[in-house]
């Protein structure tokens, strides 16, 4: 038998690219309801010039398209055996060739049913396999397309990428080293190498550029299907604009079955991701995506959801921004599968976008291509492997504005160090210059607003931001728009800073055994709280003798060492405590005494807060105390805390306003006074490092 002629006749589709131009002609070609198929095989050389084509001498094959492999394009062919295709140094399968397959497809209108011919693919010969029987005489091979060649490659040098280089630069100089020349895109990049890359000899060059488009996970690298390299950012999932590559309509003869599977388990709508530790900075590079709220798997659906991510070869933001959104896209996108059976595509490619009539919806779907397998045979059929595609805005760091507010009212505005000083006046306490970090995160609106967190053995602190309750805060005082101007972000930011302050002045041992009414009493008496007060006992303007008795009860039971329920009766209550226990001082001592007492104790907080008491007031035990406080709680609040019923208060209630200790009334305004600020003095007593996301 003589082999064909070295050329293929009629029409030739080199890629999925090319056919997007002419879709309604080859949507028309393959409805046809007569398909004659032919698979034609190009024999190329090394330099990929046309040894030979080959047609019907294939007896079956298969092919295979991964979307998430670096070897993309991997399948079998089996040929009738002849001399010309052994397995020898003359042969046409020999290891230098390289085979290009397509499925060929007659135009049965036209006059010469001219066939079109869309190339599945450009592959390497591995693994043939001769079977000779007495009927029977075939070659099967494996098909594996160019990547496959680098997972063998080695390294005869070491090889060093320069930090900053960039990363298409750097893939393309793996590739140029290792004798590459069949380019067919790189896309330029500004994102770069962020540390040294060294790749030692024997290394192979697949695991390099594995490393190398890994860095920045929204990238991908593959040969396509005429065998040439191609790396580009992938868009698909972000473009609502992009035309499908193929239509399946509601009465689509082509789809054969459609089976559709839900993993809502895994939907996540919140993605942080963190990197390594910069040695020299000490920050580490962190990254938040969030998809927007309103979308279907939004946190006002389904509330927050979070994936938290820690990427040790990370040292860039860059790396932490891409990561965060291509897990967010996987773990939003990625969560409604379905399995299509359809007669096959054949310049379908791999995150291909598809449109599919949903017989459940009934309506049409997007989903995005992610495996493709079919047979190569007439009746073959085609599995396509896909998922939902919503295009959910995502949301990336996008609160840098709130930050920088954030900072430069901390660095200018005295947010932390004009609290630090009512503390250090009032308490008689200070830091002692320990790192205090500044984090900042988004979570939903009411929630905690900021939070102070010490640990054991280091003086280190964390100081948490929530953005979402602080991060638009208006005028020097921070007016959130929450419930009450107590939530305005220089109190609650002096709250916090108590706690920052007590943790290093305490220790955390002792911290760790406080009482909680102590802790929250103390820092909200620094600021003042007589607005969450009238929240909890007013109704209609007045007080409510059971509202009070309740709360009165709760600060009993906390005294009693009951358990916190971290509600805001409990902070009103832990507050009416210490203005009570400021009010019992005796002659001539003050909170500063009283906080010194704590400091000089060798006993565990809770032992050490009893004994001040005792040693600052005229009270014999901490029982007696906690007996007077039931008895006359109620009447206090009544007759010593001035209390404006029906508007905003013109002093707080903190221990430095006139209600207490203070000569002048301060209101929510006053409290801390910004025009006392001193620029670029960020704290008086902590080393403030500000963690940007």
Not at 122 to 149: G, K, W
Not at 170 to 197: D, H, M, W
């Amino acid at each position: 038998m003589s082999t064909q002629q070295n050329f293929i006749q009629g029409n030739i589709v080199m890629n999925g690219e090319s056919a997007k131009d002419l879709l309604a002609d080859f949507a028309s070609l393959h409805l046809q309801p007569i398909r004659r198929l032919h698979i034609t095989v190009e024999v190329l050389d090394s330099k990929d010039k046309t040894i030979e084509v080959l047609q019907g001498v294939s007896t079956s094959g298969s092919l295979n398209i991964s979307g998430t492999s670096l070897i993309r394009r991997t399948g079998s062919l089996t040929f009738v055996l002849f001399d010309y295709l052994l397995p020898k140094e003359s042969s046409l399968l020999w290891i230098t060739n390289k085979i290009r397959v397509y499925a060929g497809i007659d135009d049965i209108k036209s006059r010469n049913s001219t066939p079109t011919h869309f190339c599945l693919g450009t592959f390497h010969i591995t693994e043939p396999s001769v079977s000779i029987a007495r009927d029977n005489r075939t070659i099967s091979i494996e098909l594996q397309d160019r990547m496959a060649m680098w997972e063998e490659e080695q390294f005869e040098n070491k090889l060093i990428i320069e930090p900053e280089t960039p990363v298409d630069v750097a893939i393309k100089s793996v590739l140029s080293v290792s004798g590459e020349t069949q380019f067919a895109y790189i896309q330029p990049t500004v994102e770069t190498v962020p540390y040294q890359v060294e790749f030692a000899q024997g290394s192979s060059v697949l695991e390099a550029l594995n490393k190398l488009v890994e860095l920045y996970m929204d990238w991908e690298a593959y040969y396509n299907t005429e065998g040439y390299f191609v790396y580009q950012k992938m868009t698909m999932q972000y473009d609502r604009e992009l035309t499908p590559s193929w239509v399946y309509g509601e009465d689509s003869p082509l789809l054969l079955t459609f089976n559709e599977n839900y993993t809502y388990k895994g939907i996540k709508n919140r993605l942080v991701v963190f990197g390594a530790m910069n040695e020299t900075t000490g920050l580490i590079p962190k990254s938040q995506a969030d998809l927007i709220p309103s979308e279907k798997f939004g946190a006002d659906n389904i509330g927050i959801r979070k994936k938290v991510t820690i990427e040790s070869s990370y040292t860039k933001k860059e790396q932490c921004e891409a990561k965060a959104k291509f897990e967010l896209w996987k773990s939003s996108t990625l969560q409604e599968r379905v399995s299509i059976t359809s007669v096959p595509i054949y310049f379908l490619d791999a995150n291909d976008i598809i449109e599919v009539w949903n017989p459940a919806m009934q309506e049409f779907v997007r989903y995005s291509v992610n495996t493709i397998s079919y047979g190569l045979g007439v009746n073959d059929t085609m599995q396509i492997g896909a998922n939902k595609v919503y295009y959910d805005d995502v949301l990336l760091d996008t609160h840098d504005k709130e930050i920088d507010h954030i900072i430069e009212m901390i660095t200018n505005k005295g947010w932390l160090s004009i609290p630090e000083g009512r503390i250090k006046q009032y308490y008689g306490l200070e830091g002692d210059g320990a790192t205090l970090s500044v984090e900042f995160e988004h979570n939903q609106t009411g929630g905690t607003t900021a939070y102070v967190t010490g640990y054991m053995g280091t003086t280190t602190q964390t100081l948490t931001i929530d953005l979402a309750d602080l991060g638009s805060g208006l005028g020097d005082s921070g007016d959130n728009h929450l419930e009450s101007k107590g939530d305005y972000t220089d109190r609650i930011l002096g709250h916090e800073m108590l706690h920052a302050v007590m943790n290093n002045q305490f220790g955390m041992a002792k911290m760790n055994l406080a009482p909680i009414w102590f802790t929250e009493g103390s820092a909200e008496f620094i600021h003042g709280a007589d607005e969450r007060v009238k929240i909890s006992i007013l109704e209609d303007g007045e007080i409510n003798d059971s509202y009070l008795d309740y709360v009165i009860n709760r600060g009993v039971k906390l005294l009693n060492n009951e358990g916190w329920n971290s509600d805001s009766d409990d902070y009103s209550a832990s507050y009416i405590i210490m203005k009570y226990i400021d009010k019992k001082i005796v002659t001539g001592k003050d909170m500063r005494d009283f906080m010194a007492y704590i400091k000089a104790s060798t006993q565990d907080g809770l032992t050490a807060v009893k004994e001040s008491i005792v040693a600052n007031t005229n009270f014999n035990s901490f029982e007696d105390f906690v007996l007077d406080f039931k008895d006359n709680g109620a009447s206090f609040v009544k007759t010593k805390m001035t209390l404006n019923l029906l508007g905003d208060e013109v002093d707080t209630g903190s221990i430095g306003g006139s209600d207490h200790r203070g000569t002048a009334p301060l209101n929510a305004e006053d409290i801390f006074d910004q025009s006392q600020a001193i620029a670029g003095l960020v704290s008086t007593g902590f080393k403030v490092e500000f963690d940007r996301p």
